[in-house]
């Protein structure tokens, strides 16, 4: 059974950089076969995808997020880490980590078939 748990800070300021953290058990994020997504979802909102990191280390992101969004990982801790950079109010979501069979596709109704709870995080000063 894969799980997937997301962490970090509940609260950034405006203009500071958000740095999440996805822990993976119960699969290696090396594995070819796999796409490792972070998402988010705002009050009211639907699921808006962020980018991916897959099994060999290719990454993909969201256009519309690319000039502020890096994913990197840390093999030896089966993690991966999203970093958001200058953040704002609009930035208030629900994150989550999630595992993925292929390229996020916006009009599949399962893109994920594992997904880690999400964790909320809050922009404001």
């Known amino acids: 059974q894969v799980q997937l748990q997301e962490s970090g800070p509940g609260l950034v300021k405006p203009s500071q950089t958000l740095s999440l953290t996805c822990t993976v058990s119960?699969?290696?994020?090396?594995?070819?076969?796999?796409?490792w997504n972070w998402a988010r979802q705002a009050p009211g909102k639907g699921l808006e995808w962020m980018g991916a990191?897959?099994?060999?280390?290719?990454?993909y992101y969201n256009p519309s997020l690319k000039s502020r969004t890096s994913i990197s990982r840390d093999t030896s801790k089966n993690q991966f880490t999203l970093h958001l950079s200058s953040v704002t109010p609009e930035d208030t979501a629900t994150y989550y980590c999630a595992r993925g069979t292929s390229l996020y596709n916006a009009y599949d109704p399962n893109p994920f078939d594992y997904r880690g709870q999400g964790t909320q995080v809050t922009v404001s000063s």
């Open positions: 119960g699969g290696a994020i090396t594995s070819d076969y796999y796409y």
């Open positions: 990191i897959t099994g060999s280390g290719s990454i």
